[in-house]
């Protein structure tokens, strides 16, 4: 559980008035594959620059997870088993760059 306390401390820091009035934070499901999706508006943070293509892991249908960063949004999709994962995926990101 500690991913979902930090990122809901990092909602509430990056919170303007503005920015989170929007899709600031989208988690949603998908299906073919089964998985998840998370999309994070990145704008008001220090990975906001960052352009990164699409970079796919998959080790079989049930095992799998992409990421990227493009247009000031971090997406990233996995397998059932993964939204922890990408959350956590998130959070290094922002820690790698905020402590360089």
Known sequence: MEI???????LAENADGEWEKGDAIQITTIDSPLGWDVEIDISKTSIANLDIK?????NGKKDWYGVKIQ???FRAAGDASKLT?????FR???DKIENE
């Open 85 to 89: 994962f990408l959350l956590n995926l």
């Open 71 to 73: 247009n000031q949004r």
């Open 54 to 58: 699409w970079i796919l892991n998959e």
């Open 92 to 94: 290094e990101m922002i």
């Open 4 to 10: 979902l306390e930090w990122i809901q401390d990092w």
